[in-house]
């Protein structure tokens, strides 16, 4: 899938409204394989990104886990030192 699309479940503090919606466009763009949609289709893009917003908050609400919630800042650590054995640099490095 798309790889700007992050997990929002199971986080504390829990998924924000801006990073559902952010998670949200990102699948809209590569369902629709524009990444800015036409004038005569930017309506119909919006309304998209609003509508799959909506069921993402519900499912992610409605999900149960018995699992302690992650902390952000853990798993964006391991995710650095994960980039930075695959490719041998880390990110920040230019």
């Known amino acids: 899938m798309c ?6 479940y199971n986080f504390e ?7 559902i919606l952010a998670a949200s466009v990102q699948f809209v ?15 119909a893009f919006e309304r998209a ?6 069921v993402v908050r519900e499912l992610v609400d409605s999900l ?3 699992a302690p ?3 952000r800042e853990v798993e ?3 995710a650095r030192a994960r980039v930075e054995k695959r490719f041998g640099v880390s990110r920040g490095a230019a």
């Open 29 to 43: 763009r590569k369902i629709s394989g524009s990444t800015k949609p036409s004038m005569s289709n930017e309506l």
């Open 76 to 78: 964006a650590a391991k």
């Open 64 to 66: 149960v886990t018995t």
């Open 13 to 19: 503090p829990p998924a924000t409204d801006d990073e």
């Open 49 to 54: 990104v609003q509508q799959v917003a909506v």
């Open 69 to 71: 919630a992650k902390n």
């Open 3 to 8: 790889r700007n699309i992050k997990t929002l």
